[in-house]
């Protein structure tokens, strides 16, 4: 597929420069490698070289993901990460032609993952009550093409906008990333089908404590909180150096452990691997989840707890 004008494109410039653009034919992206002007995209095919106006130094454009689109929108604002999105996505059971509600929208990463994940006829219910991010993540939102025609945006905040009244009431699951997200439990509850998921992020153990005692008190039943720690390494081939010298080769052969340093390079005959420490995170957050009872369900423990005091 040939790239046009008004397309909006991943510039990759390394892995710390990651670029989310819409091509004008007068436009151009100045950076440490240089001047790219955009009318040399126009024309190219996804995964193409794009030399810069002195033929010295070359990016590459790519097609969006939720992956690359996430990374690009990192430095706009605090946002969840790729892991914490993929699992989310899984939690929520994202689906085609699944509803699902999400607040707040913040960078719209996750509202873009969970948008292609839901195609060809679901749709997102994303609410944002900072007027200024819901203007900006819309106007982003409108150049991605179709995508947009299955997201909703609304300007509200949910914990005062009593949305129970106006969204269906079958909606598959409900992700909410809110300081306060115990005080939306009971409209929660409301608006999802029986067996819903309901997700919560929080980076805080005490808020975890908070939301499971409220969920447990409007008889949410299956709650778990999960925590990802995500390491990434960096491979690195390199035929000259030697780390791991005899003698500590003589220590390992007796059967002794060999202890790493925090950011480790180890010689494994041509390659060697070290921790890489650009984008670990440590703790990103709480994810907790939950679903809602089935009416019968609950009806029937009601009735056994009964019997058993009569």
């Known amino acids: 597929m040939l790239i046009k004008e008004n397309d909006s494109v991943i510039l990759y410039v390394d892995e710390d420069n990651i670029e989310l653009v819409k091509l004008k034919n007068d436009g151009m992206l100045i950076n440490k490698k240089g001047t790219f002007l955009h009318r040399d995209i126009i024309g190219k095919e996804y995964g193409s070289k794009i030399y810069d106006t002195l033929d010295k130094n070359f990016i590459y454009v790519l097609k969006r993901t939720p992956e690359l689109i996430a990374t690009s929108l990192k430095k706009k604002t605090q946002t969840l990460y790729e892991h914490d999105i993929s699992f989310i996505c899984l939690l929520c059971n994202a689906l085609p032609n699944k509803k699902i509600v999400e607040a707040g929208t913040g960078t719209g990463c996750l509202t873009y993952a969970l948008a292609n994940c839901i195609l060809p006829y679901g749709t997102v219910y994303t609410f944002e009550y900072n007027e200024e991010r819901y203007n900006e993540v819309k106007k982003e939102f409108g150049n991605f093409g179709n995508i947009k025609n299955n997201i909703k945006f609304y300007h509200k905040d949910i914990i005062n906008y009593k949305f129970d009244e106006f969204m269906p009431d079958d909606i ?75 003698q500590r080769k003589d220590d390992l052969s007796n059967g002794s452990h060999l202890v790493l340093p925090d950011n480790p390079l180890v010689d494994c005959a041509s390659l060697m691997y070290r921790l890489c420490q650009r984008d670990n995170k440590t703790h990103t957050g709480y994810l907790t989840m939950a679903r809602k009872q089935l009416n019968d369900e609950h009806e029937q423990v009601e009735f056994e707890f009964k019997g058993v005091m009569e």
Do not use: A
């Open 172 to 246: 598959d699951s409900v992700f909410l990333d809110m300081p306060n997200p115990w005080l939306c439990v009971k409209n929660v509850k409301k608006i999802l089908k029986e067996r819903g998921v309901f997700v919560i992020f929080l980076p805080c153990i005490e808020q975890v404590y908070k939301i499971n005692e409220t969920l447990e008190e409007h008889s949410f039943c299956e709650i778990v909180t999960y925590e990802l720690i995500n390491k990434s390494w960096k491979i690195i081939f390199n035929k000259n150096e030697k780390r791991i010298t005899t």
